[in-house]
C-alpha cells in the first residue's frame, strides 16, 4: 500500500505533518478529512524517492539511527497491544501512528505494510538493520515461531533500557573528568601563549633581574609553545590518524582491547562491563527461546572485545561438541571465577537463563559504584592538578615582581 506525506491544519488551525498509508491519492484525502485535517500538501513518498534517485541522490533507504528510548517505547506499546490480541497488521499500524521520531514511523509503517502482504514480522525487520539489529530480529523470530511474540517483545523493551542505562552511565562516568582535563588545557594553553609573553616583556626591561630556574622553564614552555605550535598540533593529528588506523586492522583491535581490559582502574570496569553485555544479551535470547549456538553466535558481536569475543567462540564450539558453556569460559581466565560458578551451576540445575539474569544485575550493580567511586576520585585528582599546574606558574611569575619591588625600591 503506498505511503504519503502530508502537510496541512487541524482543527485549531495548527501546522501538522506526518505519514499515511492508503491506497491512492484521494483515499488518502479522505481518510485525512475524517481525522479533521486540512490537507495543503500530499506527496506519494515512493514517487518522491524516484525524483531524488534522478536526481543522483543514494538509492538505498535511510540509514539514519533511532534513539534507544524511542525504540525502546515502540517496542513497549507493540507488546501491550497484541497482549490485548489485537491483529498484528493494526498493532503495528497503531505504534506507527504513535510514534515521533519520522525514521521509526515510517520503518513501521513500511513494515506494517510488508506483514500485512504476508511477509514474516522478523523478515520485515531485517529491511530495517541500521534500527534493528540481530538480537532484536533473532527474538523477534523466536517468537513469531513459538506464539510469544507479545513477552518477547516486553523482554527486548527491558534488555534495550537496561543496556542503554549501562552505557549512559559508563559514558558519563568519562565525561565530568574529559571536560575537566580538557579546561585544564585550554587555561595552560591560554596562560603560556597570551599571558606569559606579556610578563616576560616586563622582565626584559630590567636587565639585571635575576630570573629563578622555575621561570626560566616556564618561559622556555610559553616559547616553544608560540614558536613550535604547529609542529604538536601536527604530531597531535598524526598520532591519533596512527592510532586510529592501527586499531582498525585485526591485530590492532585485538591488542587494544585486551589494553583496555588491564588499563588501571578502567580495566576492572571495562572487563564488568563486557561480562554484563554477554550475560543479560545471552539471558535474553534463551528465554525467547533463540537455540544456544545462534545465541552464542549473537552474543560474541555485542561485548565488543575481540578478547572475551575469543572465549566465547571457544565456548560455542564446546558445545556444538555436546560439552559445557562453563569449561571453556573458565580456561580464557577472561570472566570472574563468581560467573563460571554461577553459569556451571545455571547448566546443572537448566536454570541457566536465571542465573546469568543474576549474574547480569550484580554486574551492573557493581558497575554502577564502579563508576560512582571513579567519578567521586577523579573530579578532585583533576582539580587538584589543575591547581598545582597554575599554582607553579603563578609562583614562577610572583618571584621576579617581589625581586622587581626591591630593585624599584
Known sequence: MPIFEYQGLNTTGKNVKGIVDAESIRAAKLKLKKEGLFVTQLTDKKKKATQSRSKGSPAQKSRKKVPVSDLALMTRQLSTLIKANIPLVDALSAVADQIENPTLSEAMSDIKNMVNEGSPLYKALLKYNNIFDTIYTSMCEAGEMSGSLDIILLRLAEFTESQNQLRSKVKGALTYPVIMLAVTMSLLVFLFVFVIPKIVVVFESFPELKLPFVTLVTIGISNVLINYWFVFLGVGIASWLFFTQWKSTPEGKRRWDQIQLQMPLFGEMNRMVAVSRFTRTLSTLLTGGVPMIAAMQTVRNVVD?????????????????????????????????????????????????????????????????????????????????????????????????????????
Request: hydrophobic residues 50%.
Open 305 to 409: 572485545n575481540d578478547i572475551i569475543a575469543e572465549a566465547i567462540d571457544q565456548a560455542k564450539d564446546n558445545i556444538s561438541e555436546g560439552e559445557s558453556i562453563a569449561g571453556p569460559l573458565k580456561k580464557s581466565n577472561q570472566f570472574p571465577p563468581i560467573v563460571i560458578h554461577m553459569i556451571s551451576i545455571g547448566e546443572k540445575t537448566g536454570d541457566l537463563e536465571n542465573m546469568l539474569t543474576h549474574v547480569s544485575e550484580a554486574f551492573e550493580f557493581q558497575v554502577k559504584n564502579k563508576i560512582e567511586t571513579l567519578t567521586g576520585l577523579m573530579g578532585p585528582v583533576v582539580l587538584v592538578i589543575m591547581g598545582l599546574a597554575i599554582g607553579v606558574i603563578v609562583f614562577a611569575v610572583m618571584i621576579p615582581m617581589f625581586e622587581l619591588t626591591n630593585i624599584g625600591g
